[in-house]
């Protein structure tokens, strides 16, 4: 079993930056891939950006690219999401996900593992 724990959110100004964090325990050897997902009231999880085991190939999403940052250190076991110039539209409770699989996915039903999310709040 595997158990992600995301820490980092907050209250910010449009504008400003926050970075998250999340720390990975248990079976951590069976982690390829980990990501990041955001949900709002009443919707589903909408992928933010990934990052294979490697650490050196990133996929963000259109309205992410360029603001957010994905990065990994896995000597520690740790996923890391740098957010800079925030918007109030980057509100939302942000999740940590894991999958065994070595490839890039969009699709929340295609990770195994999941963190109980943090909550981020962008004010304008």
């Known amino acids: 079993q595997v158990q992600l724990k995301e820490s980092g959110g907050g209250l910010v100004q449009s504008g400003g930056s926050l970075r998250l964090s999340c720390t990975a325990s248990?079976?951590?050897?069976?982690?390829?891939?980990m990501g990041w997902f955001r949900r709002t009231a009443g919707t589903d999880r909408q992928f933010v950006a990934t990052?294979?085991?490697?650490?050196?190939?990133?996929l963000y999403s259109d309205s992410v690219r360029g603001r957010f940052t994905i990065s990994r250190d896995n000597a520690k076991n740790t996923l890391y999401l740098q957010m800079d110039s925030l918007k109030p539209e980057d509100t939302a409770v942000y999740l940590c996900?894991?999958?065994?699989?070595?490839?890039?996915?969009?699709?929340?039903?295609?990770?195994?593992?999941w963190g109980q999310g943090t909550q981020v709040t962008v004010s304008s």
């Open positions: 248990g079976r951590t050897a069976s982690i390829n891939t």
């Open positions: 996900a894991a999958r065994p699989g070595t490839v890039h996915s969009r699709y929340p039903s295609q990770w195994p593992h």
């Open positions: 990052i294979t085991r490697g650490g050196d190939n990133a």
